[in-house]
Every structure is written in structure tokens, then in C-alpha cells.
């Protein structure tokens, strides 16, 4: 035990004096003067942040038309104090090195390495959109910054590989965990990056339908993370050959657990491959009426005219009846039923009904709209009105609505009638209202008038 003792004391004396702080008295009394200037540096630094931080940002906010610029100086004004303090101890080392010995300085200039680090670390970690990934990858390069200033780089690596746990033909060692964790990230974040640039380049191509950009785009994004893992493995030396035992126990879960999972990934790819439905289609399934907004793995995304967003697996696309309005033409037809009374010359009515679906915008002149009479009804003649629409997915009962509207607005103007069904009640014999009190005791009497009312021949 003394043994570590003495050892930890060592080391922290060593590096102590590599810091410039030694056990002399003077050694001592210049660290506290380094101390002291870092903490009038970084009161002098508040003190400008809350002076000179609203006055810059106001200046700011009357800079228009420029998104990129804004966003780049919001992130340099979120770290003024930071900006401010590194300035003041980079002035601080400059002049105490010109009053005194450099090595009287030294504990000042690490504060201003270390804050000169923290300020260009955490800007560029703001390139990534993610918050929390960002913020990791930002306190993982300080630390490695910090550990690398402060001359402890060397023995943590040290520390971090002497303790390790063999697997097979692998020694498990923090370090190595490290080195994977990073590695592994930094690379999946450049085939994110790369897959992602693909994509969009493969989905701004006109000689690709839609399908096959997205069956491209999700193609390229699976090769990239599976080389980014394979390439990954290789640089921190892992061998994939030791992994094969897992093998079986991957194929056992997908074929107990997976099953739907593996299902819905399998008829993704099928539903890419055969075309029959695509981003941007206006589809029916079920109860669910809406337009395609995303082919995803395991999904698809119909956006309903109401706003909502139904995610259906993929599967029930395969296996169940989908009706795809704009499949092989975005052509479609929509009928309305109506009647009219006798008295209208059936001509006239089916002349006007076509006249008066045309002037809508949404309707297609080619082909044209039709009427035709479907059958002489008990209280009107009834006609089916025919039109054709190029745009589904922007509604159907909407343009029902306004058609239906037309239609009365048309028919009343030519003093056409809408006839509704009349019902005739023929009511025989006399209707008797009685108010009985249930109270009250029945009468013989009572009842021999009222039969004398109903008989007269009684009498």
C-alpha cells in the first residue's frame, strides 16, 4: 500500500513540476499569482459578456436575408464570455512573459490552451444537427484536448490498455472500447454524410422514376454502413472472423423473434422493385385514404387529407387489397348521383349538368364530362354525372362538394326543381283522444256512453 502511495505522490510531484509549480516557496507563491490572474480573467470576462453581449446581438437581429451568416454569428455570440476569457490569457501569458520567466507563466498559458481548445471544439461540434451527438463528440475531443495539454495523454492510454479481458482470440481493454466507440462513430457519420448527399443527387435525377431513386438511395446507405463498420473493425484490430459464433445465435433470433421485422424489410424491397407503389401515389388501404409521403424500411408513410400520418408495414401493402389511385395514370373518375322532376326536359338537364362541371378548375375538358339517366324513379328522373380529376391527392369529397354546388346553383337558375318523395296519410274513422286519470275508479256508466257513441243503431 505504501508502495502505491509513494508512487501516486511521484507522479503528481512530477507532474507538478512539469506544470512549474514546485515545493519552494517561491515555486508556490507564483502559482498563486497565476492562479489569481486566471480569476480576475474570467470576472473581467463576465463583466464584458454582460456588457457587450445584448449590444452585439441587437446588431445582429437587423441582419436580413442571410440564414447561413445569422446562424454563424448566434454561435459565436453563445460563447462570447469563453471568446473573451481566452483573449484576456493569451494577453496575460504575452505580458507576464515579457515582465518575468516563462516558466512563471506556465499555468496561464495551459488555462489558455485549454479555453482555446473548449471555444474551437464546441463551434465546430455545431456543424452536426444533432444536439446530444454534438455535445458528445465535443466533451470527447476537450477531454482528449485537456488529457493532451496537460501532458496526461501518455499515461491514461497506458492506464486504459493494462487492464483487459481476453475473448477468444480478442483482449477487451477500455482503450480498445474507446477506440472502437470512436472510430466506429466518426465512420458511420461520414456514410450517413456521404449516403445522405447520394441520395439527395439520386432523387434530384429525372431519368429515374421514384421507386428506384428511393430503392438506390436506401441500396447505397446499407453498402456505406456496412463498409463504415468492416472498415471500422479493421483499424482498431478486430478480427471478424472471431464474431462468426455469433452468427447462430443472430439467425436463431431473427427466425423466432424477428419474423415481422425481417417481413416487413423483405416486402419494402418488394414493393421498390415491382413499382407498384411509389412516393407521391394517393392510395387506399383499408379505412386509411391518403398520399404517399415516405417509403421507409419497415413502413410506409400515407398522409391522410386530414392531416394525420399513418405508418402501415409493409407487409399489409403485399398482402392486403391496395388501391392505388395514380398506379399506372393519375386519371380518375368521380360520380355524382342526382334527380330532377318530370316536368325538366331530361336534354336540358344533362346539357346543363356538363356545362356546369366544366367551368370547374380542377375537372379535365379531355376527357369531357358525361351525364347520362340512370332511371325513372318514383318521384324524379335520376342522372349520373361523370367528370374526370388529374390531382387525387388533393381531395375528392372536396370536389364533390363544390360540384354539387354548381349543380343546385345551375339547376335553380333554370328553374329546375329537386323533387323530394311525398308520403299522402289517409286517416279513416273518427280519432278519440282520451285523458285518462289513473287514480280515478272506472264507471259503468262512462262505458255505456262510449258504446253508445260507437253503435248508434244502440238506440
Known sequence: MSGVVSDVSGFVLNWL??????STYTGLQWALIQLSVIFV????????????????????????????????????????RWIFLTALLWVSVEAMQSLTWISRSYLVGIAAKLCTAWVIISIVSRLIRNRSMAKTIAMIAWTVA?????????????????????????????LLVIKTVFTVSVLVWLALLIGRFADNRINNSEDLNPSLQVLLGKLIKAVLMVVAIVAASSLVGIDLTALAVFSGAIGLGIGFGLQKVVSNLISGIILLVDKSIKPGDVISVGDTYGKINELAARYASVISRDGREYLIPNEDLITSQV????????????????GVSYEASPHKVRELSKAVAATHKRIQAVPPPVCHITEFGDSSINYKLRFWIRD????????????FL????GLMEAGIDIPYPHRDIAMRGPVKVEISNPQAKPKRQSRTRRVKADNPEAD
Open 17 to 22: 513540476n512539469k506544470l512549474g509549480i514546485t
Open 323 to 338: 388501391i392505388n389511385w395514380s398506379y399506372s395514370s393519375d386519371l380518375v373518375r368521380i360520380d355524382l348521383d342526382f
Open 406 to 409: 354548381l349543380l343546385w346553383d
Open 392 to 403: 387525387p391527392g388533393q381531395g375528392t369529397v372536396n370536389v364533390r362538394g363544390d360540384v
Open 41 to 80: 480573467a474570467f470576472a473581467v470576462a463576465l463583466m464584458l459578456d454582460r456588457w457587450l453581449s445584448p449590444r452585439l446581438e441587437a446588431y445582429v437581429r437587423n441582419i436580413k436575408g442571410q440564414p447561413q451568416l445569422l446562424r454563424a454569428l448566434a454561435i459565436i455570440l453563445r460563447r462570447m
Open 146 to 174: 485537456a488529457l493532451s495539454i496537460l501532458n496526461l495523454l501518455p499515461q491514461t492510454i497506458i492506464a486504459l490498455d493494462s487492464v483487459g479481458l481476453h475473448m477468444h482470440n480478442i483482449r477487451l481493454t477500455p
